[in-house]
């Protein structure tokens, strides 16, 4: 404990780190909330949040967190019985499923386990099989938070368009909005679903929803006045907007986030510094070496918001226990497959608000308590990612 007498830092996938000018944006007396100022900054919000999904399709918010979200696009787009194809590649997909099961949604999973991304050769095969047209729509995430898997998205948007199949296209980009590169209109994705607590860098309690033309002219009549977005998009008086009282202290905190990202790094730049900050620790643990190794081994399919560690036998909950009494770090619990041990799998949370010196030092506070546990490994994590941040790493 003599250790931890400083700033605390929580690296786990989400909520992430919050900067001091979004809390205080916050800071603030209620307003009216029928008043032009709330009113004009709420629609700057429903903008910028479309830029950030790189879509003309307006934004809906709902006050709720990732689940809402998951909600809200099945009860907007599927009437019981309706079939969907669910992609697998880790846990979050299930408990997406298992909501849509409880809404009487027949659910499909093809499930591509915890170790790499959706095969859209798959999906174009299964597509192509349904003849008489059955599914409805392929949901996936594109990044699994569990896994640390990144799934292919464009990739798989191109698989479903090449089946000529008419299947919508759903992506769940909870984790990974403004931490990855996502083209919805361009891709060709019908829906994106998402909240404020990750990459966008706000306290949870926002959930977001975009559908695009095909998802909208194929939207079914919504039976929940809550979850139905119509009003919310298009809105008679600005109370619909939110079904009644709007979250107004959340609307001014991610107002102060969305200028931080969209206005003063940069979108492209935001997912670069992700990139980078995730190569960073990928070299890490590549030069720790021992017992510990990197849950997803193609690079190409890691996700650059959280990465999944593997451990020694129990290793990984002895790390995080450490770091936490010890050191101030937060690390993120495992969560693996029927097969898997979580005590022997720790992840670290780096999405949204990062510098180096954080990232930094959250590999050498982990080298610290790998060392201080006499867990084998090789010393040299953190040259090897200061190595990566100084662009000076062998490709
Ligand atoms: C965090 C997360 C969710 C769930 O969000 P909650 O706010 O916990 O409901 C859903 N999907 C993914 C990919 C996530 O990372």
Redesign the pocket.
């Known amino acids: 404990m003599i250790l931890a007498q400083g700033k605390d830092l929580t690296a786990i996938?989400?909520p992430s780190i919050m900067p001091d000018r979004v809390l205080n944006a916050m800071h603030r007396p209620a307003p009216n909330i029928y008043g032009e100022d709330l009113i004009n900054m709420t629609d700057t919000v429903y903008t910028d949040l479309s830029r950030v999904a790189r879509t003309s399709a307006p934004a809906v918010i709902y006050i709720g967190?990732?689940?809402?979200s998951?909600e809200a696009v099945l009860a907007n787009m599927f009437n019981p019985g309706d079939h969907v194809l669910m992609l697998s590649t880790g846990r979050?997909v299930h408990?997406?499923a298992a909501m849509a099961r409880q809404m009487g949604i027949n659910v499909e999973i093809m499930e591509f386990g915890f170790h790499a991304a959706v095969d859209p050769n798959q999906v174009e095969e299964r597509l192509a099989s349904d003849i008489t047209g059955t599914i409805r729509a392929v949901l996936t995430?594109q990044?699994?938070?569990a896994s640390s898997v990144r799934n292919n998205i464009p990739d798989i948007a191109k698989a479903i368009e090449e089946s000529g199949h008419p299947a919508l296209f759903m992506v769940?980009c909870?984790?990974?909005l403004a931490c990855e590169p996502f083209e919805m209109d361009d891709w060709g994705v019908d829906v994106m679903l998402s909240?404020c607590?990750?990459g966008l860098m706000t306290p949870?309690g926002l959930a977001f929803t975009w559908a695009g033309p095909r998802a909208v002219k194929e939207a079914i009549e919504c039976k929940s006045s809550w979850w139905d977005w119509k009003p919310r998009i298009d809105p008679e008086i600005f109370y619909q907007r939110f079904c009644g009282t709007p979250p107004t202290h959340h609307l001014y905190g991610l107002r102060e986030a969305l200028t931080m990202i969209l206005d003063e790094v940069g979108l492209e730049n935001t997912w670069e510094r992700h990139r980078r900050f995730a190569e960073a620790i990928w070299a890490a643990v590549d030069a720790w070496g021992g017992g510990l190794r990197l849950n997803i081994t193609d690079p190409a399919d890691r996700s650059t918001a959280v990465t999944a560690i593997h451990t020694g036998q129990g290793d990984g909950q002895r790390l995080r226990e450490w770091c936490e009494a010890n050191a101030g770090l937060s690390l993120g619990v495992g969560i693996v497959g029927p097969e898997g041990d979580p005590n022997s799998v720790f992840r670290i949370g780096h999405m949204g608000h990062l510098d180096p010196p954080m990232v930094l030092g959250a590999l050498a506070t982990i080298e610290t308590g790998l060392a201080a546990l006499h867990i084998p490994h090789h010393s040299g994590g953190v040259s090897a990612a200061a190595a990566v941040l100084a662009g000076s790493a062998a490709d």
């Not at 967190?65 to 809402?68: L, S, V």
């Open positions: 996938p989400g967190n990732g689940h809402a998951w979050f408990m997406w995430t990044t699994d938070t769940d909870v984790a990974s909240a607590q990750k949870p």
